[in-house]
């Protein structure tokens, strides 16, 4: 068995990080493999196993934890908790710290923050342990980490200047030991928060924030993101220009890599649309009011110019949507029928949830919601979201 076991973890993982430098992506986990590993470690087992082999075996929960998050919680869990056993049995308290903070995060996804401050609170006691026993980053580490996610569990309970407290304690952190692209994360996210309440200069001041960081950091993916951010703060704005030039930018960045971000991509072209379409209304209104005013030919010349140019440019930018929409169709479905994530997250708009909330509840990214939204919408031949919710119920979908 311990062949096994080092083999497959050889093969889906490289550990467990201990900092920053160590970061790996869990999605990557080959679950199968990790399941038929822990089969047969029972208490008794690990009592009489030494620490090489347990410390496999930590890793294996780990990633099963991790892997199971976004589709199967209940599983997920259920290794978490082991996680939590054998990091007990051991006195690891990095173990026992990951185990915690990670069960409060399943109950934050089921809405039971009760319990998810519980397991909080649980892990920073954790945490008070570590000191003298693990080196001063590895336990700022572990700080900022439940910071967010205490952040995350206030901004959600709609305690938003306790929320802003915890942003601020792990912003203190990435700042102390240079964490530039865990900050320009951290300043996306809070941009997104205020652009969804609608408080656009300080939506606009952290997207620049994350862009600063993200620069600094040499991370492509974040300055992308915060330039998609900004266009959208400046096409709330008014400011469809400005709009464009970003969400052009970062389009150029999403192009590069359409295999990985062809859903960003997608959102950045739907934003290009929107701010082509409010250009052609200011020019509407503005060659229209010319004409009244002046009533010269000149300027409807010119009008009908512009607006054929805007035309073709709102043309190109629909052809390469639908392109888009075309080389994910076995993806998403796109037959006239709602696919599984779309009746997923159907119920869950009938029930008021925000996008935030959705994304939240089922482990997937705010564009992502945000864009089956609009094809819900295009689905029912809706105006809004209240009407997509009558016609389902119609329909016999809800």
């Not at 998050?69 to 173990?95: C, Q, V, Y």
């Not at 439940?146 to 912003?171: R, V, W």
């Not at 928060?193 to 960081?213: I, M, P, S, V």
């Amino acid at each position: 068995m311990k062949k096994t076991l080092f083999t497959c973890l050889a093969v889906c993982f490289l550990g467990v990080p201990l900092s920053r430098a160590q970061y790996t992506d869990h999605r990557g986990y080959d679950l199968d493999s990790l399941e038929r590993a822990v089969v047969g470690w029972t208490p008794e087992r690990i009592a009489v196993s030494g620490d090489e082999d347990c410390t496999a075996l930590a890793e294996a929960y780990t990633g099963l934890m991790w892997g199971y998050m976004s589709f199967n919680p209940d599983r997920g869990i259920f290794f978490a908790r082991k996680l939590l056993e054998l990091g007990t049995a051991k006195d690891w308290l990095w173990r026992q710290f990951d185990a915690n903070r990670v069960i409060g995060q399943y109950h934050y996804g089921w809405k039971q923050y009760d319990s998810a401050f519980f397991y909080y609170s649980t892990a920073q006691t954790v945490i008070e342990r570590m000191q003298g026993r693990y080196e001063q980053i590895n336990i700022d580490d572990a700080r900022s980490q439940l910071y967010g996610s205490l952040g995350n569990l206030y901004n959600e309970m709609d305690s938003l200047p306790k929320a802003l407290e915890q942003y601020g304690k792990a912003g203190e952190i990435f700042e102390k030991y240079g964490w530039k692209e865990s900050s320009s994360v951290l300043y996306h996210n809070l941009g997104e928060t205020w652009l969804e309440k609608g408080r656009l200069k300080d939506a606009e001041q952290c997207y620049e924030k994350a862009l600063q960081f993200g620069r600094e950091a040499a991370d492509s993916l974040q300055i992308a993101e915060a330039l998609a951010g900004l266009g959208a703060v400046y096409l709330e704005q008014g400011k469809t220009g400005k709009a464009l030039r970003f969400l052009q930018d970062a389009d150029e960045y999403y192009i590069r890599h359409e295999d990985q971000e062809w859903l960003h991509r997608i959102s950045a072209l739907d934003l290009i649309g929107q701010v082509l379409k409010a250009q052609k209304r200011h020019l509407v209104s503005m060659v229209a009011g010319g004409i009244v005013i002046i009533l010269l030919l000149v300027t409807i010349i010119v009008y009908m110019l512009r607006t054929r140019r805007l035309c073709k440019e709102k043309a190109a930018a629909d052809e390469v949507i639908d392109q888009a929409l075309k080389s994910i169709r076995v993806v998403v479905g796109d037959d006239g029928r709602l696919t599984d994530r779309e009746r997923e997250i159907l119920p869950l708009l009938a029930q008021g949830l925000t996008s935030p909330q959705i994304a939240d509840r089922l482990y997937l990214s705010l564009p992502t919601i945000k864009w089956y939204r609009r094809r819900l919408l295009d689905r029912f031949e809706a105006r809004n979201t209240v009407e997509v919710i009558s016609k389902a119920r119609e329909q016999g979908l809800l």
